[in-house]
């Protein structure tokens, strides 16, 4: 049935910014401290408490807008979105409605199916999160509000309906999270909520030009539930219409333990909120020298760093990907690479190695005891010969280990590598004379079993033995 339909979607996705105060008053925004510890008369909506706007929000919207092609507005100005909930302790939420900071955007993203496409970004503004309602399962306790939360800085990035798939939806939230990261406004921390996301899915025959009925899936905190919840809803909304249902616009909760997406309540228009300036808020006028200061500060941005590593580097596109998928670990290889002549091998090691000690030990790039200077050094005793690159290996893991570096640890080990030809070549005689079966079907023809002398070899030597000169012995013996 999804061939005769073309799939609609667009995504309004909160950004928490990583500031050390709310955006309206000076309470912390740590995370998980104890309950309602983090308030003051303006979070809590007490009445005469007045907003002062934090200047470090509007110093993170302008970097986020000029890092997505958006244009920054001159002046804009704080709305008072109307709504009730237990979590709002004003009953409404100061946002930004019809002037926000920034509009026209795009970013682009690639899938398999339709390749590269741009997808819009309508707008880009501020506002104040809401609390938190803790609900438990025991009648005494009930359902209580956390305002720890209240008033915690918001950005909310609004898509154009551009996407035609939930790979696509995907490809365009892991970029938008991947530029907060390098821009350091958020911490991207999905578990905790600083990256969510709310998904607008509607299906309409192909060919159709009037878009269907929307349906909203509500702050989803995973790209995997993100992905099945569009999935989900797709195949419903397609399968209701084909059985001569109507889709209803409303607000609708994926739940992930039964993978399926449940109506919430009816999808709110903007009327419904009654939006209107807020008046404890003077409009935000916005210089253009202060937008200039801030683009002359952006730091360099995943799609320029993957081709500075292209050019600078000569690296091929897949390793860029893997690479600038983290700032940490880009900069970590691109401190190695600045160290060492063979950025390549350095790639290798920091895909490979360093990635893999880090992920076993869950930690961040701030916490790998071998720092980029250590690695490089070590790169350069396989460069020179010292070591061969299986006992790079073990003497890595030492480094990482007891923080050492690969010279103490060549020295401390007595690793260094075998080159003195005569003494090679009286294991490579011993180990010949030792397997004669062995060497005379090699003799006859049997080239793979060059490997099995390599690895005596090497194993005589406890490894050693320099490959290039035992593979060289092995071979002119071997063939007489």
């Known amino acids: 049935m999804r061939?005769?339909?073309?799939?609609?979607?667009?995504?309004?996705?909160?950004?928490?910014?990583?500031?050390?105060?709310?955006?309206?008053?000076?309470?912390?925004?740590?995370?998980?401290?104890?309950?309602?510890?983090?308030?003051?008369?303006?979070?809590?909506?007490?009445?005469?408490?007045?907003?002062?706007?934090?200047?470090?929000?509007?110093?993170?919207?302008?970097?986020?807008?000029?890092?997505?092609?958006?244009?920054?507005?001159?002046?804009?100005?704080?709305?008072?979105?109307?709504?009730?909930?237990?979590?709002?302790?004003?009953?409404?939420?100061?946002?930004?409605?019809?002037?926000?900071?920034c509009e026209h955007g795009h970013l682009e993203v690639e899938t398999e199916e339709r390749g590269k496409q741009t997808i819009g970004i309508t707008r880009i503004h501020m506002e104040e999160d809401a609390g938190k309602l803790l609900h438990s399962d025991d009648p005494a306790t009930g359902s209580r509000v956390d305002l720890n939360r209240a008033c915690t800085p918001l950005l909310e990035v609004v898509s154009e309906p551009d996407m035609r798939s939930s790979d696509e939806a995907i490809a365009y939230l892991k970029k938008l999270h991947q530029i907060v990261m390098y821009l350091g406004i958020c911490d991207g921390n999905l578990e905790e909520g600083s990256f969510r996301c709310d998904a607008n899915v509607s299906v309409r025959p192909k060919g159709q030009v009037e878009l269907g009925t929307r349906a909203e899936l509500k702050n989803i905190n995973s790209f995997r539930f993100i992905k099945e919840g569009i999935e989900y809803e797709i195949d419903r909304q397609i399968e209701l219409i084909e059985d001569g249902g109507t889709v209803v616009q409303e607000t609708r909760l994926y739940d992930s333990n039964n993978g399926e997406t449940r109506s919430m309540r009816g999808k709110e228009e903007a009327h419904d909120y009654r939006y209107f300036p807020d008046p404890d808020l003077v409009p935000l006028v916005i210089a253009d020298a202060w937008i200039e200061r801030v683009r002359t500060e952006l730091p360099e941005l995943p799609e320029a760093k993957q081709a500075r590593f292209i050019s600078?580097?000569?690296?091929?596109?897949?390793?860029?990907?893997?690479?600038?998928?983290?700032?940490?670990?880009?900069d970590y290889f691109d401190a190695c690479a600045s160290l060492h002549a063979d950025a390549k091998v350095c790639?290798?090691?920091?895909?490979?190695?360093?990635?893999?000690?880090?992920?076993?030990?869950?930690?961040?790039?701030?916490?790998?005891?071998?720092?980029?200077?250590?690695?490089?050094?070590?790169?350069?005793?396989?460069?020179?010969?010292?070591?061969?690159?299986?006992?790079?290996?073990?003497?890595?893991?030492?480094?990482?280990?007891?923080?050492?570096?690969?010279?103490?640890?060549?020295?401390?080990?007595?690793?260094?590598?075998?080159?003195?030809?005569?003494?090679?070549?009286?294991?490579?005689?011993?180990?010949?004379?030792?397997n004669p079966g062995q060497a005379q079907e090699f003799a006859e023809g049997k080239d793979k079993l060059l490997g099995f002398f390599v690895g005596q070899v090497m194993k005589a030597s406890q490894g050693k033995a320099n490959p290039g000169i035992v593979n060289e012995l092995l071979c002119k013996k071997l063939r007489g």
């Open 3 to 101: 061939k005769h339909y073309e799939v609609v979607i667009g995504l309004e996705v909160h950004v928490q910014l990583t500031t050390n105060t709310k955006i309206f008053c000076g309470c912390s925004v740590q995370f998980g401290n104890q309950t309602n510890s983090q308030t003051c008369p303006v979070c809590l909506g007490l009445p005469g408490a007045l907003p002062v706007l934090n200047k470090q929000v509007v110093e993170d919207a302008i970097k986020a807008g000029l890092a997505t092609n958006c244009q920054i507005a001159p002046r804009s100005i704080f709305a008072r979105k109307n709504y009730f909930y237990p979590d709002l302790p004003k009953g409404y939420q100061i946002s930004q409605f019809e002037l926000p900071i």
């Open 312 to 330: 600078s580097y000569g690296l091929p596109a897949h390793d860029t990907d893997i690479l600038t998928a983290e700032k940490g670990v880009a």
């Open 347 to 434: 790639a290798n090691w920091v895909m490979g190695d360093v990635q893999r000690r880090r992920n076993d030990e869950g930690i961040s790039v701030a916490q790998i005891p071998v720092t980029p200077q250590m690695l490089a050094g070590m790169l350069t005793r396989i460069a020179d010969n010292t070591i061969s690159g299986k006992i790079a290996k073990m003497v890595f893991d030492e480094m990482w280990n007891n923080g050492k570096s690969a010279d103490e640890v060549i020295a401390d080990k007595g690793l260094k590598q075998v080159s003195d030809t005569g003494a090679i070549e009286k294991m490579v005689d011993e180990v010949i004379a030792a």
